[in-house]
């Protein structure tokens, strides 16, 4: 069975500074690889997904991911993090043969500190 | 750009009442799905939908949840008898060509309070 796990539960950085959130997912076949960013009271706006190829992924609002096999991570990361970009962020996998669902990490909330 | 439309965005309903939460997935696209995210918990999964029929569900999907595309544009889930614990903001999403290969677009979400 697939499954997610986002080993951060909750992160703060002060704002101009780096970010690097951390996803390691767990599958048997070549994963389908998605970042979601969720702000309060709002649904879930896709930042950057892996499919397949060049394993380092640009996403919206200058966030990139870095898929790495050998260490089953997508870790989302981004050079200088603004105050909008506090929000909660999902990493989610999807790939399993015949399913067509997405499996969800738990999240990682992040706070930006001005 | 294109986008997954739900309404209500928010209902409160009495415990043991019928609800129908609606949704207008993405117009050519043809994978439509539900999902549940239980205040301050991860998003799940509840049911996939494909050429009119249930693709997947998932083991939250049980007898009371059932869904719907009446016209060829809405996308409905129904809750028969709803229980305090179905409590949750509830996601609409749909994809192209299918599943874990295409992106999925999610809505805003429609937030069910029971009580």
């Known amino acids: 069975a697939q499954s997610v796990t986002q080993p951060d539960i909750h992160i703060t950085v002060s704002e101009g500074a780096s970010l690097e959130l951390r996803c390691n997912y767990s599958?048997?076949?070549?994963?389908?690889l998605f970042w979601y960013v969720q702000s309060p009271g709002q649904g879930l706006q896709l930042l950057l997904k892996y499919f397949s190829g060049d394993t380092l992924v640009q996403g919206i609002k200058g966030f990139e991911a870095e898929f790495k096999r050998s260490q089953s991570s997508f870790n989302l990361r981004k050079p200088s993090v603004h105050w909008s970009d506090a929000a909660e962020y999902f990493c989610?996998?999807?790939?399993?043969?015949?399913?067509?669902?997405?499996?969800f990490g738990s999240g990682t909330r992040l706070q930006v500190q001005p | 750009e294109p986008e997954v439309t739900q309404t209500p965005s928010h209902q409160v309903t009495q415990m043991g009442q019928e609800v129908i939460l609606r949704c207008v997935p993405i117009s050519n696209h043809l994978y439509f799905y539900w999902y549940r995210q239980i205040l301050g918990q991860k998003v799940e999964f509840l049911v996939s939908?494909?050429?009119?029929?249930?693709?997947?569900k998932s083991e939250i999907f049980d007898d009371q949840f059932s869904v719907e595309r009446p016209d060829g544009s809405n996308f409905t889930l129904k809750i028969r008898s709803t229980k305090l614990e179905d409590s949750a903001m509830y996601f609409c999403?749909?994809?192209?060509?299918?599943?874990?290969?295409?992106?999925?677009?999610f809505g805003e979400g429609s937030w069910l309070t029971v009580v």
């Open positions: 939908f494909y050429n009119n029929e249930i693709s997947e």
């Open positions: 599958y048997g076949a070549t994963p389908y």
């Open positions: 989610a996998v999807g790939g399993d043969t015949g399913r067509r669902a997405l499996t």
């Open positions: 999403a749909s994809s192209g060509q299918g599943g874990s290969g295409n992106t999925i677009y």
